[in-house]
């Protein structure tokens, strides 16, 4: 049977010529290679973090479903945290080592989400997350309302780094110490987002329903809440194309032309030292968000 070898542990590699992606025709032995050549990447920035698990165990063709409680059949040596949840205690799965994330792909798992918080203090998130969601596809405007976010976040102190979602936007991340819970931090966010909204209120909405949008770019703060998560840097999305979410430089949104689903499995397999890198193994200086006054 096929193995693959990866942070000293043997995968088993069970059914590997199964499709994975339609298009462009990706087997389930190319996404295991594809975990196990982002791993030691992707878990910098998933290490002590619950995740919840976007499986297609037939493919994204057919149908797939989220996953939050490890199953009796996980193996013993895939980190687990226990944590309170609106349905009881979960025992969550945690993005500790490049193993893991490569056996979880073996069992179908396209999409890896992460929480904000790490499992030590889950009630005390150490990012925000502005998720900048289009009413359709990706648009230009979405780009500028990044980069207009990330300049608020100068003026403010607060480092920021940027991130394709392998969807129709992006996400712009602030990490923060963990002061505070997760109503403080969502409306220090909400405050921030306020401000862009203000500015050009004929592109961009707080609003969550979509009708009351009118085709407006939503600036989404409400995953900022415990249980919630962000797709991890460097995981799959379960679309055409196979497109990833891959951290980026600010220098790669200073033009037009750069789309969230531009990145795909093929073309990290192609020239992974491109794409494995930009940003640092920490996502800091973390800062305090106290006595910061964020809105318009």
Not at 119 to 132: A, G, K, S
């Amino acid at each position: 049977m096929a193995v693959i070898e990866i942070a000293g542990r043997r995968i088993e590699l069970r059914h590997p010529d199964k499709i994975y992606f339609p298009d462009p025709g990706l087997t389930k032995r190319q996404v295991m290679e594809h975990y196990a050549r982002v791993g030691p990447a992707m878990v910098r920035h998933t290490r002590r973090r619950a995740l919840v698990l976007r499986r297609f165990p037939d493919g994204i063709d057919h149908e797939g479903f989220f996953q939050k409680r490890v199953a009796a059949y996980f193996p013993d040596w895939i980190g687990r945290a226990a944590l309170p949840t609106r349905e009881g205690t979960l025992v969550y799965a945690t993005g500790d080592d490049p193993a893991a994330i490569v056996w979880l792909a073996g069992i179908g798992t396209i999409e890896f989400h992460a929480m904000l918080s790490r499992v030590d203090r889950p009630d005390r998130p150490d990012r925000i997350v502005f998720d900048i969601d289009p009413p359709d596809d990706y648009c230009d405007d979405v780009r500028r309302a990044a980069l207009a976010l990330k300049a608020i976040c100068d003026e403010l102190g607060l480092a920021s780094f940027v991130k394709s979602t392998g969807s129709r936007g992006f996400h712009v991340i602030v990490p923060i110490l963990r002061e505070q819970g997760f109503d403080e931090t969502r409306a220090f966010a909400r405050s921030l987002a306020a401000r862009l909204v203000a500015a050009a209120p004929e592109r961009y909405s707080l609003e969550m329903r979509r009708a009351r949008r009118r085709g407006r770019i939503l600036i989404d703060v409400w995953r900022n809440a415990s249980g919630q998560t962000a797709v991890a840097p460097f995981s799959l999305r379960a679309r055409p194309g196979a497109p990833v979410a891959v951290p980026l430089a600010w220098s790669d949104l200073a033009e037009p032309g750069f789309h969230p689903r531009s990145v795909t499995l093929p073309d990290i397999a192609r020239d992974p030292a491109r794409w494995i890198g930009r940003w640092p193994a920490t996502l800091g200086p973390a800062r305090s968000i106290r006595g910061r006054r964020p809105g318009p």
